[in-house]
């Protein structure tokens, strides 16, 4: 992508029947440390989204007229540089009105900073990450701040996914490679502090084989979605050499696999890289009326039983930002999250659909890595009784819906229910809480 064209939270003592599957034993493990799954802190009106399917990035922005253009075309997402001292491109229709009516024809958007770059590599004129590891850290820990500041600017949300793009760089040198990964590591844990989703981009054979390397290290904070470059004209999300195929697993993987060349839809010509994703992206917030007669509830959750929050007018514009199950009005059990938090049933917005969910808005949905390094076991219910229905990897997104109570696993009894209706014991997820319910994930 060089574009070169204008509390791991968890103080374990067990290792748990949940890790292996229904006939594991608790067996002692030693305590772990922040890394290298670090908690995410979503405020109120946070929501992740994510983009199965083809997507493009340009240098620049492309004028709105080109992007409605390409709907003729396979793709349905398109990279931004949002951010970074070494973007090459001007952005002049990168606008908040832009990311707005982009997402109103239903693309999705993958936000990329282009910061400081590798001290052995990138151009010789880019400005680099210092060898000095405290150094690098705060510069990781300054780019997140720089690329959450410019994202909010465009009008996207918390629980966005933010890609910091990393050039190639030489695998030999030593502390070239500490200065890289202890940059992203500072990068990730800023983000999950302040409650965003942590990617990287990188070369897969000349930096991404080396963040791999260290999936595992309690010295690194590890990234949510691993964005790769191998122009060799396959789109597969597997089968990545020295990448096994058990990280960065669920719904975590990019490939930009074909570079610069021109592709025409539409009658508008532009010059793209390829890309296939199953990852995260941006949340944005779509406006929608209110259509009740008299004032419409806002509440603390997706059902009526929650307290009022607040009262919309009708004719109000409220800002949806994702859509939840929850309790039936009318001819509806969805129910929309605001960007203030709050929720209203969908029965009275005049989002597209009168009876279930509407696109392009997604499932409420908030990623925690999997804790467990062996892995995690899915249960049909919450609680370790219940039938083993899948296996989610170490460091795998758990996408939380909500959570319940259940059997006690460790320090918690909490168990969080996935987007595929699968659960899994709270104690080996890295959401804040270790013990009780984490905000802002409703209860089931």
């Not at 002049?92 to 109103?104: G, N, Q």
């Not at 929608?288 to 929650?306: C, E, F, M």
Request: net charge positive; aromatic share 8%.
């Amino acid at each position: 992508m060089s574009h070169l064209r204008p509390a791991m939270r968890r103080l374990t003592a067990v290792f748990a029947v949940c890790v292996l599957g229904p006939a594991a034993v608790l067996v002692a493990a030693p305590t772990a440390s922040a890394e290298p799954a670090t908690p995410v802190t979503y405020p109120a009106g946070a929501t992740a989204t994510r983009y199965s399917g083809l997507a493009f990035d340009a240098c620049t922005a492309q004028p709105l007229s080109s992007i409605k253009a390409w709907n003729a075309s396979p793709y349905r997402a398109v990279g931004v540089y949002v951010s970074g001292v070494n973007r090459t491109c001007q952005q002049p229709e990168l606008t908040p009105s832009w990311v707005a009516s982009v997402s109103r024809l239903k693309w999705r958007l993958l936000p990329i900073h282009k910061g400081l770059q590798p001290p052995c590599g990138a151009r010789p004129t880019d400005a680099k990450i210092s060898r000095t590891p405290a150094t690098a850290r705060s510069q990781g820990t300054a780019a997140a701040t720089e690329a959450v500041k410019a994202a909010k600017t465009l009008g996207m949300l918390p629980g966005s996914a933010l890609y910091n793009d990393i050039e190639h760089y030489s695998q030999t040198d030593s502390t070239c490679r500490t200065a890289v990964l202890t940059y992203l590591s500072a990068w990730t844990k800023e983000l999950h502090r302040v409650g965003w989703v942590s990617g990287v981009y990188m070369n897969l054979n000349l930096g991404a084989g080396q963040l791999s390397d260290v999936y595992t290290s309690t010295a690194y904070a590890r990234p949510d979605a691993l964005w790769i470059a191998r122009y060799d004209g396959v789109d597969s999300l597997k089968g990545w050499a020295n990448i096994a195929d058990s990280k960065w697993a669920r719904h975590q993987r990019a490939k930009q696999y074909r570079g610069s060349h021109d592709e025409t839809y539409g009658g508008v010509t532009i010059n793209i890289d390829n890309d296939r994703l199953d990852a995260p992206v941006a949340t944005v917030a779509h406006p929608y009326k209110v259509t009740s007669a008299t004032p419409l509830n806002a509440r603390t959750g997706p059902g009526t039983s929650y307290p009022v929050a607040a009262t919309y007018a009708p004719g109000a514009t409220v800002r949806v930002v994702c859509q939840t199950p929850g309790t039936k009005v009318g001819t509806t059990s969805v129910w929309n999250k605001l960007s203030s938090g709050q929720y209203v049933t969908d029965h009275y917005v005049d989002t597209p659909s009168g009876t279930g969910y509407s696109a392009p808005l997604p499932r409420c949905a908030y990623p925690y890595q999997a804790t467990a390094s062996g892995g995690l076991t899915e249960r049909s219910g919450p609680g370790s009784g219940y039938a083993a229905v899948g296996t989610l990897p170490g460091g795998g997104l758990a996408w939380v819906t909500c959570q319940r109570a259940g059997t006690r696993v460790g320090t918690s009894s909490v168990w969080d229910r996935l987007d595929n209706g699968h659960y899994v014991a709270d104690h080996y997820v890295a959401t804040p809480s270790s013990t009780s319910y984490s905000k802002p994930i409703p209860r089931c």
